[in-house]
């Protein structure tokens, strides 16, 4: 290239010396175009793009986690059974049309009885499925866990498209090795989450999210019931909630509580994590279903 500008100096000192009306610099030769390359989410692009992230399937496997990649085990049949009254209300074919039925929120009453397990294991076997997409919302905005279980970095996400709506959900998205599943992390962490979850700006991101796409199902992991009161709130934009109990632990006063807590939601599914079944072999341990429909 430097050649290029030398010969094009001499050609415009010749022109000059022979009278012609040229610039005393030369001009600036073009640099060639290079090709715009996403990496991560720093470039700038015309329009905000998510970015891709690789999960690691075969960890997850041997955490117990549903995995595209899996050979058939028996927690991905139970989830078969399980998200599939889930699926029929998302997609408007249940007992009676259900509205934000694509809105699915995984609770429990107390912390530690499977919640973000159940939602992650949820939204993995969903993905599994020809025809729907699935975005897994990291709601639980004060003890985030979601990206930490599938061994992800934390970044912007749900709060952040609260407290800005200028913001792009599709800029906050991360893609996965995964073709039918993306995740929306919790985001910035902010003092006011609780009236953020219950500010018009997240019921109007909610409605977006339900209706942007018809294929799409999106399953939060929401804070336990009883010691906060974000997931209280959540529960009344949802759908659909399911409620993680913990066989042999969680009482039953608190069962009862937590569901009075989200009696408006119209779908309720109670869900019995670790739940002992007899085999040939003994006892394994699995998931029990119990399933209640209730006009809001």
């Not at 139970?78 to 509205?99: D, E, T, W, Y």
């Not at 069962?255 to 807590?261: F, G, H, I, S």
């Amino acid at each position: 290239m430097s050649s290029l500008i030398e010969q094009a100096a001499q050609r415009l000192e010749q022109l000059r010396q022979a009278g012609a009306d040229m610039p005393a610099t030369p001009p600036a030769v073009p640099a060639p175009a290079v090709a715009a390359k996403q990496v991560g989410n720093s470039d700038v692009q015309p329009a905000a793009l998510s970015r891709r992230v690789e999960i690691d399937l075969e960890a997850l496997a041997a955490a117990g986690i549903v995995s595209p990649n899996a050979p058939r085990s028996q927690i991905a049949d139970q989830f078969r059974v399980i998200k599939r009254p889930l699926i029929a209300n998302a997609m408007g074919r249940g007992a009676s049309i259900i509205a934000n039925g694509n809105l699915i929120m995984v609770t429990s009453a107390l912390p530690g009885e499977g919640k973000t397990f159940t939602a992650i294991n949820l939204a993995m076997s969903m993905a599994t499925e020809l025809d729907y997409t699935v975005m897994l919302v990291d709601a639980d905005v004060a003890r985030p866990s979601v990206m930490n279980v599938l061994g992800l970095p934390e970044g912007p996400g749900l709060l952040d498209l609260v407290v800005d709506e200028s913001k792009d959900l599709s800029s906050m998205l991360l893609r996965t090795n995964i073709n039918k599943l993306t995740i929306l992390p919790s985001g910035t962490q902010h003092a006011r989450a609780t009236e953020l979850l219950a500010s018009d700006a997240m019921i109007r991101l909610l409605d977006d999210m339900a209706k942007r796409y018809a294929d799409r199902i999106i399953v939060f992991d929401s804070p336990p019931l009883l010691p906060t009161t974000e997931s209280r709130v959540l529960a009344t934009h949802m759908g659909q909630v399911v409620v993680v109990v913990q066989a042999e632990k969680t009482l039953q006063s608190d069962v009862q509580q937590a569901l009075a807590t989200i009696e408006s939601c119209p779908v309720k599914l109670m869900l019995l994590n670790q739940a002992k079944t007899i085999s040939k072999m003994g006892y394994e341990y699995g998931y029990g279903y119990g399933y209640a429909q209730q006009e809001a």
